[in-house]
C-alpha cells in the first residue's frame, strides 16, 4: 500500500509565501514524475507544476516566476514553494506521483488527499 501525504496548506494574504510538501511512501519501486494539481470552487482540477525524476520541470502559465517545484529524489519527497499569492490562487491542492510499484511493471497515478490554499485580499 502507497500513501502520498500532504503538508503546508492554510490561509495567507495577497503577496504572501507558502510552501507545501508531498511524501510518497509504502511499497515503491520508484517515483517516475511528481506533480502538484489543484482544484478551485465549480473549476476543473488543473496542473499547478510538475517534475522528473531528473530534474525536468513544467508550470502553468499562470504561476510562471511565481511557484517553484524541487524534489528530493532519496525522500520521493516534492515541494512546491508559492510566492507573491494572489486570491485566484485558491484552492485545494493535490500531489500525484506517478509510481512505479514492482520492477518492470508501467507506473500508476495516485493521488493525495489535498490540502487548501485560501489567499485573502
Known amino acids: 500500500q502507497v500513501h502520498l501525504a500532504e503538508s503546508g496548506g492554510g490561509l495567507v494574504q495577497a503577496g504572501g509565501s507558502l510552501r507545501l510538501s508531498c511524501a510518497a511512501s509504502?511499497?515503491?519501486?520508484?517515483?517516475?514524475?511528481m506533480a502538484w494539481f489543484r482544484q478551485a470552487p465549480g473549476k476543473q482540477r488543473e496542473l499547478v507544476a510538475g517534475?522528473?525524476?531528473?530534474?525536468?520541470?513544467r508550470y502553468a502559465d499562470s504561476v510562471k516566476g511565481r511557484f517553484t517545484i524541487s524534489r528530493v529524489n532519496a525522500e520521493n519527497t516534492i515541494y512546491l514553494q508559492m510566492n507573491s499569492l494572489e486570491p485566484g490562487d485558491t484552492a485545494v491542492y493535490y500531489c500525484?506521483?506517478?509510481?512505479?510499484?514492482?520492477?518492470?511493471?508501467?507506473?500508476?497515478?495516485?493521488w493525495g488527499q489535498g490540502t487548501q490554499v485560501t489567499v485573502s485580499t
Open positions: 517534475i522528473t525524476k531528473s530534474g525536468r520541470t
Open positions: 500525484q506521483a506517478d509510481l512505479v510499484l514492482n520492477r518492470r511493471e508501467a507506473p500508476v497515478a495516485r
Open positions: 509504502g511499497s515503491i519501486f520508484s517515483v517516475d514524475e
